[in-house]
C-alpha cells in the first residue's frame, strides 16, 4: 500500500501560535472620572462573585481617575474592604483613611467604621478613638450610635468609668425624631444593649443590667437579650434568697423579723438550686450545709426535709417504713453536692462487675467450691475501693449479728478469711 496525498486533517496552522505578551502583564488604558463609577459597579460584581484581586485592580483604577468626591470615596470604600479580604491590613486601613478624609456624607462614615473597628481589633486603641470622633463629628444620624458605642468600649479599656457611662447612654437613646430606625442603628443599640448588660452581670450590677436589657428589648426582640434578661432575674433571685437563708446575726432581730423555718428551709432549697444553675455546686452545698447546721433545730429540721425530699422511703413487707437505710447519707450528700449522677455511676458500675464475676461461673457450668468460692468473694469484694465500701460491709456485720444474737464475724472481716 502506498501512502497517497489528500486533504489534511484540520486546516491551519498544526499548533497555535504564541500569544505575544502574558494577558496580566498589559498595561491598563487610563479611564476618564466619567469612567469611574462604572468601575465602581464592574467591582461589586466581581467581589460578589469572588475574585477579590480583581475587584482591587479595578477600584484602584478608579481611584487614579480623580472622580467626583462622592465617586471617588466610593471607590476608596470599595477597596478598603476588598483590600481587608484579602488580608492587606496596611492597604485596606490607608484606603479608608483617604475615604474618611472625602467627607463624603454617604461613604465617608461607612469607611470611618470600618477603619475604627479594624483599628480596635488590632489594639491600635488611640487612632481608633481618634476615627470614633472624627465619625461622631459627621453628625450622621445613622453612625452617632455606632460612634458611642465605639467611644464606651474604648473608656471600659481604660478604665475611664465615667466616661464609659456617658457613651454606653448616648448609644442606647432612642432616636429623637419619629420613625423607624435605620437597620444599622436598631443593631447596634441591640449589640450594646447585651455587652453593656454582660458587664455589668459580670460585675455584680443585675439591677442596671435589667435595665439595660429591658432597653435592648424595647428597640426590637432579640433572643440573646431574653437570655441575658433571664439571668439577671436569677441574680436577683438569689440575692433574695441570700438574704432569706442567712439573715444575719441574732443581734438584727429588732430591725428585722427572723424568717420562720418553713421560710428559711425555702429558701436554703432556692438558693442551692440557684447556685447549681450557675454552675457552681460547690457553692450549692454549702448552702444545704450551712442550713443544716443553723442554731434552730426546727430550721435544721426544714431543710433536710428538703433535701431528701426526693428520696425514696423503703418500707418492709408489709408496706411499714424501716429505720432510714445507711445509704441515705450517701444519698443527701450527692444531693447537697448535685454528684447523683456520679453516685449513680458508682453503683452501676459495681453491680456490673459483681454480675461479671457471678455469671462467668454459671456461664461455663463450674463445680469446683474452691473455684466458686473464689468468684464469690472477689464479688464480695468489688466495692471495697468506694467510699461507701466500708458501710456495705458494716451493714451486713450488724445485720447477721441481729439475726444470729451475736457477732460471728471474725474481725476485720472481710479482709480476713
Given amino acids: 500500500m502506498t501512502t497517497t496525498s489528500g486533504i489534511p486533517a484540520r486546516s491551519g496552522p498544526s499548533d497555535p501560535r504564541p500569544l505575544p505578551v502574558d494577558p496580566e502583564d498589559v498595561e491598563e488604558p487610563t479611564v476618564g472620572p466619567e469612567d469611574a463609577s462604572d468601575l465602581c459597579d464592574q467591582a461589586r460584581d466581581l467581589v460578589e462573585n469572588g475574585h477579590l484581586e480583581r475587584a482591587a485592580r479595578l477600584y484602584g483604577r478608579a481611584v487614579a481617575a480623580n472622580p467626583p468626591p462622592a465617586t471617588q470615596a466610593r471607590a476608596l470604600l470599595g477597596l478598603a474592604v476588598v483590600q481587608d479580604r484579602r488580608g492587606d491590613t496596611t492597604a485596606s486601613r490607608e484606603a479608608a483613611r483617604r475615604a474618611l478624609a472625602t467627607g463624603d456624607g454617604r461613604y465617608a462614615p461607612r469607611a470611618g467604621y470600618h477603619l475604627a473597628l479594624s483599628l480596635e481589633q488590632e489594639g491600635e486603641h488611640e487612632e481608633a478613638v481618634r476615627v470614633w470622633r472624627r465619625l461622631l463629628d459627621m453628625g450622621d444620624r445613622t453612625y452617632t450610635a455606632v460612634a458611642h458605642y465605639g467611644l464606651a468600649r474604648e473608656a471600659e479599656t481604660r478604665g475611664e468609668t465615667a466616661e464609659a457611662e456617658e457613651h454606653w447612654e448616648a448609644a442606647l437613646a432612642p432616636p429623637t425624631e419619629e420613625g423607624r430606625m435605620a437597620p444599622l442603628h436598631t443593631a447596634t443599640v441591640l449589640e450594646a444593649s447585651r455587652d453593656l448588660a454582660g458587664r455589668l452581670l459580670g460585675r455584680g450590677d443585675a439591677e442596671t443590667a435589667a435595665i439595660v436589657v429591658d432597653r435592648g428589648l424595647a428597640i426590637a426582640d432579640d433572643p440573646e437579650l431574653r437570655l441575658l434578661r433571664a439571668a439577671t432575674h436569677v441574680e436577683l433571685a438569689l440575692a ?41 455546686p460547690g457553692s450549692a452545698a454549702r448552702v444545704w450545709w450551712s442550713g443544716l447546721e443553723s442554731r434552730d433545730p426546727e430550721v435544721v429540721d426544714e431543710v433536710r426535709r428538703r433535701l431528701r425530699r426526693p428520696f425514696a422511703r423503703p418500707v418492709d413487707e408489709n408496706g411499714e417504713e424501716i429505720p432510714v437505710p445507711w445509704w441515705e447519707g450517701y444519698l443527701e450528700e450527692a444531693e447537697a453536692t448535685s454528684s447523683a449522677s456520679a453516685l449513680a455511676g458508682e453503683l452501676f458500675a459495681v453491680i456490673g462487675r459483681m454480675h461479671a464475676l457471678l455469671a462467668m461461673p454459671t456461664v461455663e457450668g463450674e463445680t469446683r467450691p474452691a473455684v466458686l468460692r473464689e468468684a464469690m468473694e472477689q464479688a464480695l469484694r468489688t466495692p471495697d475501693e468506694l467510699v461507701w465500701g466500708a458501710d456495705v460491709h458494716a451493714d451486713f456485720r450488724r445485720r447477721l449479728a441481729e439475726a444470729m444474737g451475736e457477732d460471728v464475724l471474725p474481725e476485720g472481716w472481710p479482709d480476713t478469711r
Fill in 240 to 280: 433574695d434568697a441570700a438574704s432569706v437563708a442567712d439573715p444575719g446575726p441574732v443581734e438584727t432581730d429588732e430591725e428585722w423579723p427572723r424568717p420562720a423555718p418553713r421560710t428559711s428551709g425555702a429558701a436554703v432549697e432556692l438558693l442551692a438550686g440557684l447556685l447549681n444553675l450557675r454552675g457552681e
